[in-house]
């Protein structure tokens, strides 16, 4: 574990993974990507596989699934109220952060993230089984949900008009306005290119070494707050286009740098660039 963060306690490494992945009452290792087909072809010892997709998203409405269904969720994946989970995934994991926010949203109380994911896991030569494990069913119960670390647009716009931080993770050409159709993500279209009047643009993945663990507290210190002016006490509110790299940068300012207030818009550009009377600017990024 890392001694120079905020909250250091919410990281743990390969190797701590690795001599503690048999705890199995006590532990669950949760597998999430954006390819969701990775997990079998191999993935850390004893790990389940929780889909951002068909596990965490509702099927028919543009929201999370309900609080009985994130029960379900969690006892068929032997996750208690008690246990401690541990996510992981690809591409630096984004979707790991995605999935630890979900579960944050419901109040899950222990949740770390193993950091580096499963590149650093497969670069280190750790074993890959294909098999998928499974364990009995626990109780799980919604206790504590905490609906504050999520931003719907209503509350964006009241940030505009109030002038405070909004943080674009998304890459310079999207936040310009030059990409409106990625062409791997058909799905997250949008009618018009740009980025909410007044945003920082701040690359997520600026926040992560080129092995996907996350840079030293000095590096960030340097990108959001050095460079953007942000402060440890502002209400801030990240996005991308449907709030997956936004989490992971979410979790950066949150447990690594400690701000006090931060909020994820998962709404983000697929929902404000396709809204009827939003603002929107384009162009390069305003230095702080």
Known sequence: MSKEYAHP????????????????DAIRIVESDEDVLLYETGHVPEAVKIDWTNDLNDPVIRDYINAERFEQVC????????????????????WACYAFWVFKLFGHEKCLIMNGGRGKWQAEGRPMPSDKPTYPAKPYKVKNPNPGIRA????????????????????????????????????EGVLRGGHIPGASSVPWARAANEDG?????????????????????????????????????????????GFEKVRNYD????????????????GEPVKA
């Open 213 to 257: 663990t996350f840079k030293s507290r000095e590096d960030l210190e340097k990108i959001y707050q050095q460079e953007q002016g942000l402060k440890p006490n502002d209400d801030v509110i990240a996005y991308c286009r449907i709030g997956e790299r936004s989490s992971h940068t979410w979790f950066v300012l949150k447990y690594l740098l």
């Open 75 to 94: 006892s068929q994946n032997g996750i208690g109220n008690d246990t401690t989970v541990v996510f992981y995934g690809d591409k630096n994991n984004w």
């Open 9 to 24: 306690e919410m990281l743990v490494s390969t190797d701590w993974v690795d001599k503690n992945r048999s705890q199995t």
């Open 152 to 187: 719907f647009q209503d509350e964006v716009l009241e940030h505009i008009k109030t002038k405070k931080p909004l943080v674009d993770v998304r890459s310079p050409g999207e936040f310009k306005g030059e990409i409106t159709h990625m062409p791997d993500y058909p799905q």
């Open 267 to 282: 709404g983000s550009w697929t929902e404000w660039g396709n809204s009827v009377r939003v603002p929107i600017e384009k």
